[in-house]
C-alpha cells in the first residue's frame, strides 16, 4: 500500500468548530455513505492517509486531525473534554455537508466515535472502532502515561524525536517513518515541537506523579451496549492496548458487535492497513453503507 502522501491526491481544508478550526484530509467524489477517519492519541490525520486513500474508491472520505494535533487548532481554555472532540466530529460534517456518515475511530478516536454515535444517533449510519474497546489493557495504559507523560516540550532534532519514540535515529531521508515525523514535528526556536498540545503530556505527568487515574466521565460501556445497529470492532492480534479477553467483553456487551482480529499491534495504520481496509470495506459492503 502507497505510504508517500504526494502520490495519494487529496484535498485538504479547515472547518470551524467550538472555539478551534479543525485540518482535514478530504479523498474521493460523493457516492455511497461517506466515512470520517479519527486518530488515536499517538498519531494524526496523515497515518490513516493511505487507508482514507483506498476507502474513497466509491465515496467521500475525511481524515481529521482531531483538536490539539497535527495542523488543527489548540484550544486556548485547554478544552478537550470529550463532548468537545465528538463535537468537532459533527461540526466537521456539517461543513463537509453530510447528513449522515460512517465514523471510523483508532484508539482514542474510537472512543470519540463511539460516542458521537451514542450523542448524535441520527448523524451516523455506521461504526468502525479500530484497536479499541472501553477497557484498556494495563500494558499499553502504563506504556502510553510513560510515553506522553515523559515527552519534553521541545526536541533538539528530527532524530532525537525518533530515538525517543523508538525508532532509528539515522533512518533515511526517505524512510516513511522519518518523513512521518517530518510532518509531526513543527520547527521552534531551539528544536521541534510535537503536533500535540501539551495539555496531554502535562495531564498523563500528573497521572505519573501522582499516581493515581483521572476517573472516566462517561460510562463508554453503556454508550456501547446501546448502539442499534451492526458495528465493526477490529483489534490487532498483538496489540497491547485492546487485551485478547476483551472480545468477548465487546460481544456480550452488545450482540451487535461485529469484533474481528487482524494480525498487526496497536498501531494497525503502519503495521496492517492492507488488512484496515478489507475489513472496513466488508462491513461497508455487507451493510450496504
Keep these: 500500500m502507497e505510504r508517500d502522501i504526494s502520490r495519494l491526491p487529496h484535498r485538504t481544508g479547515r472547518a470551524p468548530a467550538d472555539g478551534v478550526e479543525i485540518f482535514y484530509r478530504l479523498f ?21 492517509v493511505p487507508v482514507a ?18 495542523q488543527s487548532g489548540r ?7 470529550l463532548r468537545s472532540v465528538a463535537g468537532d466530529v459533527v461540526a466537521l460534517m456539517d461543513h463537509l455537508n453530510w447528513d449522515e456518515a460512517v465514523l471510523a475511530g483508532h484508539s482514542m478516536g474510537g472512543r470519540v466515535c463511539l460516542l458521537a454515535t451514542g450523542w448524535h444517533p441520527q448523524r451516523v449510519k455506521g461504526l468502525a472502532c479500530i484497536d479499541f474497546a472501553p477497557d484498556l489493557a494495563p500494558e499499553g495504559r502504563k506504556h502510553v502515561a510513560n510515553s506522553i507523560g515523559r515527552q519534553p516540550d521541545l526536541f533538539e532534532s528530527i532524530d532525537a524525536a525518533l530515538a525517543y519514540h523508538g525508532h532509528p535515529a539515522d533512518l533515511p531521508a526517505d524512510a516513511p517513518m522519518r518523513r512521518r515525523f517530518e510532518n509531526f514535528l513543527e520547527k521552534q526556536e531551539g528544536g521541534y515541537r510535537l503536533r500535540r498540545d501539551l495539555y496531554y503530556r502535562d495531564k498523563f505527568r500528573a497521572v505519573l506523579e501522582g499516581g493515581k487515574r483521572e476517573p472516566e466521565k462517561v460510562d463508554a460501556w453503556s454508550v456501547l451496549g446501546a448502539v442499534d445497529f ?11 492496548l485492546f487485551a485478547a479477553e476483551t472480545k468477548a467483553k465487546v460481544r456480550a456487551a452488545n450482540p451487535l458487535a461485529e469484533v474481528v482480529e487482524i494480525a498487526g499491534s496497536h498501531d494497525l495504520a503502519h503495521d496492517n492497513p492492507e488488512g484496515v481496509v478489507v475489513e472496513i470495506s466488508n462491513y461497508l459492503d455487507r451493510h450496504r453503507l
Design 28 to 48: 474521493g467524489a460523493p457516492g455511497k455513505t461517506p466515512l470520517l477517519i479519527a486518530h488515536g492519541l499517538s498519531f494524526f490525520s496523515y497515518d490513516w
Design 53 to 70: 486513500a483506498a476507502l474513497a474508491r466509491d465515496r467521500e472520505v475525511v481524515a481529521m486531525d482531531m483538536r490539539g494535533f497535527g
Design 75 to 81: 484550544s486556548p481554555t485547554r478544552d478537550y473534554g
Design 230 to 240: 451492526p458495528f465493526l470492532v477490529i483489534r490487532g492480534a498483538t496489540s497491547n
